[in-house]
DNA sequence: GGCGGCAATGATATGATATAACAATATCAA
DNA sequence: TTGATATTGTTATATCATATCATTGCCGCC
């Protein structure tokens, strides 16, 4: 669980950073998988913000510390990291951003403000049981889905 | 409205394609733009299935009766189109899939499956209220949304 | 400790998706 | 006809992602 309800909002970051750093080292050692440097480094980088980081902004902040990454350094991070449910692809917009929920199964639910480009990850039942019902619906049955709601979050709407 | 409500079933899919090419044509008059040739031609291409398909493979489909064809050639078709409401991206595969509500408002909601690649268009109230709902109780104000639905539809259920 | 197998990373190249910028042409109303 | 605007042509480049093979590091086993 995040330990802020509503990212947009001010709140002190660096326990966000830790919360999450101390949780995907509890995740990997659960699940016997190992969260190595590069790993946990793109991991911190990821979590610089609670807005969506892509691939290549992701890697120019890596080589400030680690000449060698190339694209396949920070893509297989993010396969590992995605793999172990510690961070989601936003599809709309080929980025990245934390899992708020570490541990639980879940797809994502993301409010993301058009404004100040925060993506803010729910989990609601009420979503996900109208998208059952609505495959239900039409016969067919869900796998996984992508739900990135576009708008804006409270702290914008006041400006 | 779509000429059939489960596009992964067999049908005369000829009826979908001058179907919907006969209301592009009339939206377009309708809101005074031009439905040119590449632009009705790419729409044609699109709806020659009920998959999403991606620019490239568009624009290798346009340059065998169109040599001067190049990726902004298709890029532009595209985004008249989906200006003009007749057809959606589809995020998690950049693809691009023909609308089948032309006119009326709505974002899109999919139902994409993981066998066949079918993707069918629904407009389910109970979805829209719930996200509606849901981001309301976070503060957040909706604009836009994307729903992609990935599972198996009711055809390849029964494979 | 040394060996062998496997996981992770390094390194190079390329594939796939999308847009910028400017020139040439078509359309259409005045 | 002519000028304004929209569309298309053309070239180049930006952006996102993966394939492939070599090398290194980790760890259990002898
Ligand atoms: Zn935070
Ligand atoms: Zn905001
Ligand atoms: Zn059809
Ligand atoms: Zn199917």
Not at 23 to 46: F, H, K, M, S, Y
Not at 85 to 93: A, D, N, P, V, Y
Request: aromatic share 6%; glycine share 6%.
């Amino acid at each position: 669980m995040p330990l802020t309800d509503s990212p947009a909002k001010p709140h002190d970051h660096s326990l966000c950073i830790e919360d999450a750093l101390g949780q995907a080292r509890l995740i990997c050692e659960q699940r016997n998988v190992r969260l190595t440097a590069i790993r946990e480094q793109v991991l911190g980088l990821i979590w610089q913000s609670h807005k969506p980081i892509g691939a290549y902004d992701l890697l120019e902040q890596l080589a400030k510390t680690h000449h060698a990454a190339k694209p396949p350094t920070i893509y297989r991070a993010l396969e590992f990291l995605q793999d172990n449910g510690l961070i989601h692809k936003i599809e709309s917009q080929n980025a990245f951003l934390g899992c708020a929920h570490v541990g639980g199964h879940h797809h994502g639910q993301f409010l993301i403000c058009t404004i100040c480009g925060t993506a803010q990850e729910i989990d609601e039942k009420i979503v996900s049981s109208a998208l059952e019902n609505a495959s239900q619906a039409h016969g067919f049955r869900i796998q996984s889905f992508v739900i990135e709601i576009k708008g804006l979050c409270a702290t914008c709407q006041d400006l």
